[in-house]
Structure formats: C-alpha cells, structure tokens
C-alpha cells in the first residue's frame, strides 16, 4: 500500500510541471507586449512631431515676391526701368571720432603736466623723465628708484613712486604697459638666469604695486626687453645706469590690447 501511495503522488506531481513553463511563457509574452507598447507610443510621438513640422514647412506663406526670372528680358519692360533705378544705400550717422581722440589727447597731456609737477625734483636730478605725443605718454624711472641691484623686489623709497603715479592713473581709463630694461651686464641667478627675466619680473611687480594702489588690473602689461633695446652705450658705467630703466608706456586708448598693435 505504501508503495503504492507514492506512485499516485509522483504521477500527480509530473503531470503539473507543464503549469509552470505555461507561467513563464505567459509572462514573457506579456513583457514582449508591454515593451511593444511602448516602443510604438514613443514611435507615434516622434512621428507626430514630424508629421507637423513638415505641415508648417509646406504651409508657411511665399516669402519671396517675384520669382528669379533666367534669361534676358525685353528691353524696356517696366520691370527693367524699376530695377535700373539705383537705390541709396541706408546708412547710419557717422560718428565723429575726431573730437573723442581730441579730448583724450588733450587728457594724455594734462596728466603729462601732472606727472611732471609730481616728479620736478626727480626731473631735475636725471633719474625721470616724461615725454608725450598725440597717442603715448612716456614715464622713464631709472631702476635705482625701485630696484637693488640685481634684484626685482622693490625697495622701501620705490612705494611712494608708485603711489604717486598710481594717484595719476587711478581715476582714468588709460591702458599702460610697462616696459622693464637691463643693461648688457649678464646675469645668472636661479631667480634670474638671464636678462630677460630680470626685466620681464621687474615690470610685473611695477604692475603689482599699480594694482595695489587701486589701478585697474585690465588696463594694465607687463613686458621685459632685457638688454637689448638701450637708450645709451653700455661701454660706459653712466649709459649703463641709463639703460637700467623701467618705463611706463601710457595710451590715449583704453584697450590695452589695441596699444600694443
């Protein structure tokens, strides 16, 4: 009888093992449909965008009022006599630049003057000088102003310089470069392993006191020529000291870049 028992159990047991492969296949078969959906509702969505897109392409109104004819037309016609008439061209009101350039060249030689007055004293002893033009102003200091020897770090006198030309240009737009010289001496630090450095870094911490006392930074370069555009001889010690300079370029113009050029 035991035997027997189990045999029933085992047969019922097998003949409902196909329910189970049923199932999946049922929830495969749903999941295909559900993602069949959805790929058609997007489909639909894309192809209705589309659809009226094209619509208003097609449907917009002629933009263009007489067609481009090829060829030649009669001589005479009224269409050719209308298009020989030439039209003048639209133009806006010319500025008058000439009287802007006027007013900043006259404020380019009253902050010469200014400049002057601040540095009489300094003038008078040889180590500044100031000259101008219509478009640059030119501020030379000797490097014994700012400068030790060799150095690039400004020394204690050197701050009230440049406060001084710093109350100048505060107020103003005027773009500066600021030029740093050497004389032909060589020099070779691990600071400065040649002229070039030296030059370049002392006009940028010129620049940097500049900031400091207020200048505006985008007005302001820096560039070093090192030894190679003196002023004066380097077989003497006085042209020496004269070509070991620091000179502030300042336009009539405000963009720094546009001085350059």
Do not use: C
Not at 87 to 110: F, S, Y
Not at 141 to 170: K, M, Q, W
Not at 179 to 186: I, K
Not at 193 to 212: C, G, Y
Request: net charge negative.
């Amino acid at each position: 009888m035991i035997r027997r028992r189990r045999t029933e159990e085992d047969d019922l047991h097998n003949t409902e093992r196909w329910l189970i492969s049923y199932a999946d296949f049922i929830t495969l078969l749903f999941a295909f449909f559900v993602v069949m959906y959805s790929v058609s509702s997007v489909n639909e969505g894309k192809y209705k965008v589309l659809s009226e897109t094209l619509t208003g392409v097609f449907n917009a109104p002629q933009r263009s009022f007489q067609p481009i004819e090829i060829g030649e037309r009669p001589q005479g016609s009224p269409e050719q006599a209308a298009e020989d008439v030439i039209q003048p061209p639209v133009t806006e009101a010319p500025r008058n630049p000439t009287m802007d350039e006027a007013g900043r060249t006259e404020a380019l030689r009253a902050m010469a003057d200014q400049l002057a007055l601040e540095f009489d004293e300094l003038i008078n002893q040889g180590v500044v000088t100031v000259e101008s033009n219509e478009e640059w102003l030119e501020l030379s200091l000797r490097n014994s102003l700012l400068f030790g020897s060799g150095d690039a770090e400004p020394h204690y006198d050197a701050f009230e310089v440049i406060e001084t030309i710093a109350s100048v240009l505060v107020d103003k737009d005027n773009a500066v470069r600021v030029e740093g010289f050497t004389d032909n001496q060589p020099i070779r630090t691990n600071a400065f392993p040649s002229n070039w450095e030296l030059s370049a870094a002392r006009a940028a911490a010129v620049v940097r006191m500049l900031t400091m006392e207020g200048v505006d930074a985008q007005r302001l370069a820096a560039v070093g020529y090192g030894q190679y555009q003196p002023v004066a001889r380097n077989d003497t010690e006085e042209g020496r000291r004269r070509n070991r300079r620091v000179v502030l370029l300042i336009s009539r113009d405000a963009s720094i870049r546009g001085a350059m050029r």
